[in-house]
C-alpha cells in the first residue's frame, strides 16, 4: 500500500510471488486504516475505517471494471486516472468489492 497526501494506492508495486495474500491494519496518511486480500494478483476487496473525521481517496486499479460499496458514498471519476472519495467519520468503516 501506499499513501500520498492526496489518495491511496493499493498494491502498486507486488511482487510475483504474492500473487494471492492479504493484509490488516496498515495506516495511511489522513487517518486510515487499511486492510485488503487479493487473488491473480488483483484485488477482491478492501475495508477502510477512520481514525479521524475526513474525506479519503482511492485509486482504482485499471482492471476494475465494477465496485460494490457496503454504504452510500459519492462516486468521483477522473479522465485520466479513476478514483473514488468518500467521506468518512472517526470509527465509521467502508468495504469495497471490486469485479
Same mark, same amino acid.
Given at each position: 500500500m501506499q499513501s500520498q497526501s492526496e489518495y491511496?494506492? @493499493? #498494491?502498486?508495486? #507486488?511482487p510475483d510471488?504474492?500473487?494471492n495474500g492479504s493484509f490488516?491494519?496498515?495506516c495511511a496518511r489522513g487517518g486510515a486504516v487499511v486492510s /485488503? %486480500?487479493? =487473488? %491473480? /494478483?488483483?484485488? %477482491? %476487496?478492501?475495508t477502510i475505517m477512520a481514525t479521524f473525521d475526513? =474525506?479519503?481517496?482511492?485509486?482504482?486499479?485499471?482492471?476494475?471494471?465494477s465496485m460494490e460499496v457496503k454504504r452510500q458514498l459519492e462516486?468521483? /471519476?477522473?479522465?485520466?486516472?479513476?478514483?473514488? /472519495?468518500?467521506? @468518512?467519520n472517526k470509527g465509521e468503516t467502508t468495504e469495497i468489492n471490486f469485479k
Open positions: 491511496i494506492e @493499493l #498494491l502498486p508495486a #507486488l510471488e504474492w500473487r490488516s491494519g496498515f /485488503a %486480500n487479493w =487473488t %491473480n /494478483a488483483k484485488l %477482491n %476487496n478492501i475526513g =474525506t479519503f481517496k482511492i485509486k482504482i486499479p485499471e482492471y476494475v471494471r462516486f468521483k /471519476a477522473e479522465p485520466v486516472n479513476p478514483f473514488f /472519495a468518500f467521506q @468518512l
